[in-house]
């Protein structure tokens, strides 16, 4: 069959000779099918048996979000696929099995997360996860480091790099939705009403747009490593002991701090979101406490699991040890992996500024602020994000400062 979209009616024919369904559900006569996709791309659905519980993940050939006059390729589920196998290599457990594929249907099995929610709903209700930052610092060191030229030969590493760089499509709405556009009135950009003064002076700030530039640059020209390209709160499934990264359809050879920078800067959006949710002033302080402190976490285990790989896992082309531990110069590593670091923290901030940006002001939004009821309070929680995300971009402060700058900025624009 050419390529169809499932529907819930069809579903249970199309997919009932599957054994990768029947042997973990049961018989297709006895399925019940949901459509639960929640996202700007996919069908999701969860097919419940009489053995459990499924999921089956098929791309549309257009973004779900505006509708088919934006179409976009299937191979994204390709790409998705190739993406969930080499995560689930690299940290182990952390992203849901998959099934089943198939490339012709653009159609994802896998596991159905359950007990699981979307971390950013949880966080919307002041829901803390306790062990976010832990698994988040692992994952991102694990995929982000053996995926890289300090863990993989050159011929793997350019093998690798050719088979994602046909992930354009996705790329290109990245490369426009979150550098470019924000920083002018393009067409799809939506915005709270009464914004406009906040948004005024951020677009006419030089520095900034050049900082956005920057980052574009670096996007686009660093393809350090396999980075999953759409680290958000919303890609993230949680319970109170587990984590599971889902969602990797805009996977790409990009900077290491890519992710890095769009999930600290969706933990900053669910900071500053915290005073549009609370029934009192102050009562989401220990929520606030706790996003701050998972910022500061993840960057710790992430330099510290880093560190780990880069001492017993440096076996790619770059920084090799005959140029130093085998050269009787194991500071000269420690000297080069602190270089790393900053650079990929520095990389981090400018992605994360611009990520902030386009969640206020571009197409695709974020619950945390678009639920805020009352349109005052959400006002002011978008402009305390604008303004520190265009410090964060243009300024990239340090790992140390970035937690009180947010704290201050939370406080300087009445609640
Ligand atoms: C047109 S797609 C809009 C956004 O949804 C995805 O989740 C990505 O974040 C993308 O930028
Ligand atoms: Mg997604």
Not at 41 to 58: A, E, H, Y
Not at 141 to 161: C, P
Request: proline letters at 6%; one cysteine or more.
């Amino acid at each position: 069959m050419d390529y169809t979209p499932l529907t819930i009616e069809t579903l249970p024919a199309r997919l009932s000779s599957l054994p990768a369904l029947t042997d973990r559900i049961g018989p297709a006569q006895a399925w019940t099918v949901a459509e639960v996709g929640d996202g700007n791309l996919n069908l999701v659905f969860i097919v419940s048996g009489p053995l459990g519980r499924i999921i089956v993940k098929q791309a549309l050939p257009y973004v779900r979000l505006v509708g088919d006059s934006w179409p976009l390729p299937l191979n994204r589920a390709f790409f998705e696929y190739n993406a969930l196998t080499r995560h689930a290599a690299r940290d182990p457990g952390r992203v849901p099995e998959v099934f089943h594929f198939d490339e012709g249907q653009a159609l994802i099995v896998m596991r159905c997360l359950s007990p699981h929610v979307i971390l950013r709903k949880s966080v919307v209700q002041g829901v803390m996860h306790p062990m976010l930052a832990r698994h988040m610092g692992v994952f991102l060191a694990r995929s982000l480091f053996r995926g890289s030229a300090l863990s993989l030969s050159g011929g793997a590493l350019r093998k690798d790099m050719a088979l994602f760089a046909a992930n354009h499509a996705l790329a290109d709405i990245t490369e426009n939705l979150v550098f470019s556009d924000p920083y002018f009135a393009a067409k799809l950009n939506r915005h709270t009403p009464g914004l406009a003064p906040f948004i005024a002076p951020l677009r006419a700030d030089r520095a900034l747009r050049i900082a956005a530039q920057e980052a574009k640059h670096a996007f686009l020209s660093k393809t350090e490593t396999l980075v999953h390209g759409d680290l958000h709160s919303g890609s993230l499934m949680v319970t109170a002991e587990d984590t599971q990264v889902i969602d990797p359809e805009f996977a790409i050879y990009g900077p290491f701090g890519f992710d890095v920078g769009m999930f600290i800067a969706n933990l900053l959006l669910a900071f500053h979101a915290q005073s549009g949710h609370e029934d009192s002033p102050g009562a989401r302080d220990g929520c606030r406490d706790w996003l701050l402190g998972q910022l500061a976490e993840v960057w710790q285990v992430f330099t510290a699991e880093f560190r780990h790989l880069w001492q017993t896992e440096r076996t790619g082309i770059l920084y090799e040890r005959s140029l130093f531990e085998d050269a009787g110069d194991a500071p000269g590593a420690e000297a080069a992996l602190a270089g790393v670091l900053a650079g990929i923290w520095r990389d981090a901030m400018g992605f994360c500024g611009v990520e902030m940006h386009r969640r206020i002001l571009g197409l695709a939004h974020v619950e945390d602020l678009e639920a805020i009821p009352d349109p005052a309070r959400r006002l002011r929680a978008e402009a305390r994000a604008l303004e520190l995300g265009r410090i964060i971009a243009t300024a990239r402060p340090t790992p140390g400062d970035l937690g009180p700058l947010a704290r201050d900025m939370d406080r300087s624009i009445a609640r």
